[in-house]
C-alpha cells in the first residue's frame, strides 16, 4: 500500500517535472520549428508562432497554448463574420448553412477551445487532445455545407480554421506521447 502511494506519488512529480522541463538553450531556438515540423501545416504553424511575442521559445506547453488561444480569436473572428452574414442573406438556402455553421462554431468557440486550454494548463493532454479533435469534427462539418457551393460565402475563413485545428491537433499529440514515453521509460527503468 504503501509503496502504491509512493510510485503514485512518484508519477505525479514526474509528471509536473516534465511539464516545467525548459528546453536547454541549444534547443530552444528550434522548438517551434521542431514541433511545427510535425504538424500538417509547417508554414502556418510557424508563422503563428515566430510572430506571437507571447510564444515561449522554450516551453512545449506554452507553445501549445499559445495555439490554442490563437485559433480562439481566430475562430471567434470567423463566428463573427458567420453570424453578420446570416442577417444580410435573402437566400433561404444559404441561410440554413449559415445557421448550420453558426452552430458548429459557437460550442467550438465557448466551450471547446476553453476546454482545451484549461485542460493543457492542467497537464490534462489526453482532454485536451478529445477537445481539439471534436473541434476539428465541427468545423469540417462547417466546411462540408459549402462544398459543392463553388465559392463559399466564408472565402478562405473556415478553411483557415481548419488548417489550425489541424496543426494545434498536432502539437497536443506531441505533448501527450511524449509524456507517453517519458513515462513507459519511467517504468521500465524503475522496474530494472
Ligand atoms: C486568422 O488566421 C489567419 C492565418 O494565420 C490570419 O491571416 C488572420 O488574420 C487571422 N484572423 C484573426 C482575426 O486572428
Ligand atoms: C530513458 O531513461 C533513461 C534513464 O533515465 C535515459 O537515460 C534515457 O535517455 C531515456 N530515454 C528516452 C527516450 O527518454
Known amino acids: 500500500m504503501r509503496k502504491t502511494i509512493i510510485i503514485v506519488s512518484s508519477f505525479a512529480i514526474h509528471i509536473i517535472l516534465l511539464a516545467s522541463i525548459p528546453f536547454t538553450s541549444s534547443q530552444s531556438n528550434d522548438l517551434i520549428d521542431q514541433i511545427c515540423k510535425k504538424t500538417p501545416f509547417y508554414d502556418l504553424c510557424s508563422s503563428i508562432l515566430n510572430s506571437n511575442p507571447l510564444a515561449p521559445k522554450t516551453d512545449f506547453k506554452g507553445v501549445a497554448l499559445v495555439m490554442v488561444n490563437n485559433i480562439l480569436t481566430n475562430a ?25 455553421c453558426a452552430e458548429s462554431y ?83 527503468f524503475s522496474l530494472v
Request: charged share 20%; net charge positive.
Open 76 to 100: 471567434s473572428d470567423t463566428l463573427n463574420y458567420i453570424e453578420s452574414l446570416i442577417k444580410k442573406t435573402t437566400d433561404r438556402e444559404m441561410e440554413k448553412a449559415l445557421a448550420f
Open 106 to 188: 459557437i460550442p467550438v468557440v465557448k466551450y471547446t477551445l476553453p476546454q482545451a486550454a484549461d485542460a493543457i494548463n492542467q497537464n490534462r493532454f489526453g482532454f485536451a487532445s478529445y477537445c481539439i479533435s471534436d473541434a476539428v469534427k465541427e468545423v469540417n462539418s462547417c466546411n462540408k455545407k459549402f462544398s459543392g457551393v463553388g465559392m463559399s460565402p466564408l472565402g478562405d475563413r473556415n478553411g483557415i480554421v481548419q488548417k489550425l485545428v489541424d496543426v494545434a491537433s498536432a502539437i497536443i499529440k506531441q505533448l501527450l506521447k511524449g509524456l507517453i514515453c517519458y513515462l513507459l521509460n519511467l517504468t521500465s
